[in-house]
């Protein structure tokens, strides 16, 4: 089992910086893939980041590249989410999740509670 708890959510300002974190508990952290997902209101969740399990590999939903950055800190089992150039559309609530395997459209096998980020015009 792994627990995943988000947190640095937020309201901030189009063009703004934000950084979420995902606290990670439980098994060894270092054995997960880790994602970042989103879920804005009336609309389906959907993929933000992924991170390989010692950060050598990342890919990024066109939406966020150039804007976001992806990032893990295994000795603290924290994943990081850099968001830069904020956007009202990037308005939603901010999930991680940690899988086995590595890719767009892997199944993710434990999620976090969700954290809010709100960027206003």
């Known amino acids: 089992q792994v627990q995943l708890v988000e947190s640095g959510g937020g309201l901030v300002q189009a063009g703004g910086s934000l950084r979420v974190s995902c606290a990670a508990s439980g098994r060894t952290f270092s054995l997960y893939h880790m994602g970042w997902f989103r879920q804005a209101p009336g609309k389906e969740r959907e993929f933000v980041a992924i991170?390989?399990?010692?950060?050598?590999?990342?890919d990024y939903a066109d939406s966020v590249k150039g804007r976001f950055t992806i990032s893990r800190d295994n000795a603290k089992n924290t994943m990081y989410l850099q968001m830069n150039d904020l956007k009202p559309e990037d308005t939603a609530v901010y999930y991680c999740?940690?899988?086995?395997?590595?890719?767009?459209?892997?199944?993710?096998?434990?999620w976090g509670q969700g954290t809010q980020v709100t960027v206003s015009s």
């Open positions: 991170i390989s399990q010692f950060g050598a590999r990342t």
């Open positions: 999740a940690a899988s086995s395997n590595y890719g767009l459209a892997v199944k993710y096998n434990y």
